[in-house]
């Protein structure tokens, strides 16, 4: 199956910044969409910033111009790059790779998290 390797996270501190890295056992490029949910304390799960095979963009309102996402197919790798971190950035973040076989299925496919802890 695939698996999803997050690196990056640790403590961090206001203004600071910090690359986060999801390493995929395959190939990226069969991942129509990867993206960086994250679960800060006190609220659900939210959509961070997320990249298509199109290398189309999305990102939280709260990360917008702070945050960037990217992709590297040769490494099979997507980053996270945070700059400006707010302590309210604190919390763990998640990779995520939708796979679309085929019209009408689709599997989501998760890594282990990493802490990200930013002081103020």
């Known amino acids: 199956q695939v698996q999803l390797v997050e690196s990056g996270g640790g403590l961090g501190h206001a203004v600071g910044s910090l690359r986060l890295s999801c390493a995929a056992s395959?190939?990226?490029?069969?991942?129509?969409?990867m993206g960086w949910y994250r679960h800060t304390p006190g609220k659900q799960r939210e959509l961070v910033g997320s990249?298509?095979?199109?290398?189309?963009?999305d990102y939280a309102d709260s990360v917008k111009v702070r945050f960037t996402i990217s992709r590297d197919n040769a490494k099979n790798t997507v980053y996270l790059q945070m700059n400006s971190l707010k302590p309210e950035d604190t919390g763990v973040y998640y990779c995520?790779?939708?796979?679309?076989?085929?019209?009408?299925?689709?599997?989501?496919?998760w890594g282990q998290g990493t802490q990200v802890t930013v002081s103020s």
């Open positions: 395959g190939s990226i490029r069969s991942f129509n969409l």
């Open positions: 990249i298509s095979s199109d290398d189309t963009t």
């Open positions: 995520n790779a939708r796979e679309t076989r085929r019209p009408g299925l689709m599997y989501n496919y």
